[in-house]
């Protein structure tokens, strides 16, 4: 899930959608548990050993059910995509992933077409759960590798090893997933020590057919935020970061993963049709804590904390902590930003106003954005500046 930057014309009122808006076909379902935060780590999430899974399915269901109701749309929905992401949606289980598709069916028509991915992590995966949730309809899956190397997983707390790593995305294609994403996570403190370069010989050899990159950032309020400002770890440099994310796209490009988003590498037909409709702007619904969604031109986002957003529904309250109707100037500058995210990258006369098109003829010359044809696509340096890019874009307008 993308954060769009919100324009100074976000507010919190009850949202009213139009009679004449018409349903998503691409849902996203938070999953706000963990069974032990990451240092790093600043997602909603609730740190639980044992997920309240009832709770938060009758919390989905009830939900989904507002939404259908608030915007009449004609239900079930049929979906083109379905994608769980968390905090840590393995901890579902089986009979969990079970009970959720029989929830979502009086709300959402979930076929065989319709690319269901779901995230994983290592330590609670393996073939029984690969199995289930193969059954079940999940076709894709996002496994929550991040690093090949003990030392790196032990400095990140991650609570697997490369072993189980491994073992995880053996047990995901022995159970017929052909569909498997890996994270991978880069840009750590110069201390850690980190042999990335070792560690990408190893995802060579793995075959893979999609991979999304993860630079850590030091997000305010966590531990990692803390240890930095106590000194006890270093914080991560810029240079290695640049370094890093520069040697991963020139070792997973020749392996036929084409670089097709800033974070996002995969072979011809693996690409995250989900993560698509971020991209082009398309309607998606997002249900649970901290969900962010976009019913054109609304953006919408869900209350942050798992608690609070429960609470909300059970007192038959809206859990939408905020929204902000997207025209004008915001449309064309979001626009612009996510037509760079990608390798189709903007049309020259799709977006670009006068002072945005100067912008885009220096960042050319920098090297940051080449002109192709009738388009503007972003280059690796450009995708490493991406955010700095868009930061000028905003105060640009
Ligand atoms: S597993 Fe993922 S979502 Fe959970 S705490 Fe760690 S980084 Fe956050």
């Known amino acids: 899930m993308i954060d769009a930057p919100r324009s100074p014309g976000a507010v919190s009122a009850p949202l009213e959608l139009g009679p004449t808006l018409g349903p998503p076909r691409a849902l996203y379902l938070h999953f706000p548990f963990c069974a032990h935060r990451c240092h790093y780590c600043d997602f909603s999430v609730a740190r639980a050993a044992t997920p309240p899974i009832g709770a938060w399915l009758s919390a989905i269901e009830t939900e989904a059910g507002w939404w259908a109701d608030l915007a009449r749309w004609a239900t079930p929905i049929p979906l083109d995509t379905l994608f769980i992401g968390g905090g840590t949606p393995s901890l579902l289980g089986e009979d969990g992933m079970v009970e959720l598709r029989r929830r979502l069916e009086p709300w959402f028509a979930i076929t065989n077409r319709t690319e269901w991915t779901v995230e994983a992590n290592p330590a609670s995966f393996g073939r029984g759960l690969a199995a289930r949730w193969r059954e079940v309809g999940v076709n894709r899956l996002s496994l929550g590798v991040q690093a090949l190397d003990d030392r790196v997983l032990e400095w990140l707390g ?115 049709a989900h993560n698509w409709f971020y991209w082009n702007r398309s309607p998606y619904l997002g249900l649970g804590p901290s969900a962010h969604g976009f019913l054109p031109p609304y953006r919408t986002w869900n209350v942050f904390r798992w608690d609070r957003y429960e609470r909300a529904l059970r007192a038959g309250e809206r859990p939408v902590e905020g929204w902000e109707r997207l025209d004008g100037d915001d449309e064309a500058l979001e626009r612009i930003w996510l037509g760079l995210r990608t390798h189709r990258g903007l049309a020259a006369d799709d977006g670009p106003t006068a002072v945005h098109a100067a912008r885009l003829e220096r960042w050319g010359r920098e090297g940051w954005v080449e002109r192709c044809g009738d388009r503007w696509i972003a280059t690796t340096e450009g995708w490493l500046r991406m955010d700095s890019m868009v930061a000028e874009l905003t105060g640009a307008r």
């Open 158 to 272: 991650r609570l697997h090893d490369r072993t189980a790593a491994l073992a995880a995305l053996d047990a995901a294609r022995d159970e017929g997933f052909r569909r498997i994403s890996v994270d991978l996570m880069f840009g750590l403190p110069d201390t850690v020590e980190r042999d990335l370069d070792g560690e990408l010989d190893q995802l060579e050899a793995l075959d893979l057919s999609h991979v999304s990159l993860y630079g850590l950032t030091v997000e305010p309020r966590t531990p990692l935020a803390k240890w930095i400002e106590l000194g006890r770890i270093d914080a991560p440099s810029a240079r290695r970061y640049a370094r890093e994310y520069r040697d991963v796209a020139r070792r997973l490009t020749p392996l036929g993963l084409e670089h097709y988003e800033v974070s996002n590498f995969a072979r011809p037909g693996h690409q995250c």
